[in-house]
């Protein structure tokens, strides 16, 4: 039975057959061993005293070190050193403690002081189990140190998202942080654990190296493919969505799914059905320049061909992302142009061009009631007509054609390139 007023002296270089060297001694002697290299006082405290060895250097395992004018002072900062097992002191900068995670070999050095500092019980046992020369591929979060592979257990633990990690002695001992146990490999040195079971898979069907074509509405961040599928599933109009490492990791949004291209990265899944296929032929990244009679709010472009069909006077129409999502509606398709993301269709055949008299260079002046592009003067008259309250109108080529719609024709003046006419 160990007594605090007794010494115990510990065999430290054969663990396996520690025992008893010496009889007990009154505090304050030294144990008498023969032929020991090291030995450690063990008295009943959590912190043992450690047994220098003059003139004796360890070599590497270096993890830090301290301050202390006297070697003695390296015990207790060893002891609350995370990882520290072993020192060697020195003169140098007024006296230096080096502190070690093991004694790596002793080397003869004049004035050094080196000791081993291993606690009498066995280290703590790993709250995880380990896996010997084992690395675990991929899905890295970040690393911290430990100068023990044990020790990564609990800072896994207590990392957010972490369940496994791999251990290497890099930089003194290091845990690189995992986010789930993927494919492994043999790598000797390395100790790996799974702390905790990986995160639910993806609640949908990636396919891998796939980008589904347009129908974007909208984008949000997520650092996996994976975690892209309760992101379409809770976003209005999200069928489908293609996910790229951009900014970290990002999920494009789909209404449908329509074209797929193949795309090194990409990772896309169909996470609903397509709703049902537009009633009229999308043009994708097309835009109807001018006639526009009004604008209607709808999530998709497939959902303009209906609206356009129930407004009055509309023949086609040019969907936007704008504002969540924008039906631009046209009394006719005229010139178009390429405008990436813009998705056009034309509803119904143009209208027949008017058969009334243009008054060339004319302008009727004031009564505006509002206006309209068109970069057809002739189309002006059907905006007119689709415009409540509209009586005539005057057309000029601002902005590349505009009818300035007016509930009535009063004064007129000459203007130059000007075309008006009465409804």
Request: glycine letters at 10%; charged letters at 15%.
């Amino acid at each position: 039975m160990l007594h605090d007023d007794r010494l115990w002296c510990l065999l430290l270089d054969q663990p396996e057959r520690r025992h008893l060297l010496a009889q007990e001694w009154p505090w304050g002697h030294q144990c008498q061993l023969n032929n020991v290299k090291s030995a450690l006082f063990y008295v009943g405290y959590t912190n043992p005293v450690c047994v220098l060895r003059a003139d004796v250097d360890y070599a590497g395992n270096d993890i830090g070190r301290a301050s202390a004018t006297k070697a003695d002072d390296c015990c207790d900062i060893c002891h609350k050193y995370a990882g520290c097992r072993a020192y060697t002191w020195t003169n140098q900068g007024g006296g230096t403690c080096w502190l070690k995670s093991k004694n790596g070999g002793e080397t003869y050095k004049v004035g050094a002081m080196s000791a081993e500092a291993y606690p009498c019980s066995q280290p703590p046992t790993p709250s995880c189990s380990l896996e010997n020369d084992v690395d675990y591929i991929d899905n890295d979060i970040g690393n911290k140190p430990s100068s023990t592979a044990g020790g990564c257990c609990d800072i896994c633990k207590n990392t957010d998202k972490c369940v496994a990690f791999s251990w290497t002695n890099q930089n003194g001992g290091t845990c690189w942080l995992k986010s789930a146990k993927g494919s492994t490999a043999q790598k000797a040195g390395v100790i790996s654990s799974q702390v905790s079971p990986n995160p639910p898979g993806p609640t949908c069907i990636l396919e891998t190296d796939v980008d589904f074509i347009g129908n974007d509405v909208g984008s949000k961040a997520s650092s996996s493919a994976g975690g892209c599928c309760d992101i379409c599933r809770a976003t209005t109009n999200c069928v489908a969505f293609s996910w790229t490492n951009q900014d970290g990791g990002t999920c494009y949004l789909k209404s449908r799914t329509d074209k797929k291209a193949t795309k090194s990265g990409a990772i896309s899944s169909q996470v609903l059905d397509n709703p049902p296929a537009p009633s009229c032929t999308l043009e994708a990244d097309v835009d109807y320049v001018g006639n526009d009679i009004g604008s209607k709010a709808s999530p998709t472009a497939g959902g303009c061909c209906d609206i356009c069909k129930n407004s009055q006077g509309c023949a086609a129409f040019s969907w936007t992302n704008q504002n969540g999502g924008t039906c631009w509606l046209k009394s006719s398709k005229g010139s178009t142009t390429q405008k990436p993301g813009v998705i056009s269709s034309q509803v119904a055949p143009n209208p027949p061009t008017p058969s009334y008299n243009l008054e060339n260079d004319v302008d009727y002046v004031g009564n505006d009631i509002g206006s309209a592009l068109s970069t057809d003067p002739a189309q002006c008259c059907t905006i007119c007509k689709a415009t409540q309250g509209c009586k005539a109108f005057s057309w000029s080529g601002f902005q590349g054609g505009t009818c300035w719609l007016k509930n009535s024709k009063t004064a007129t003046k000459s203007s130059p390139g000007v075309k008006s006419g009465v409804i």
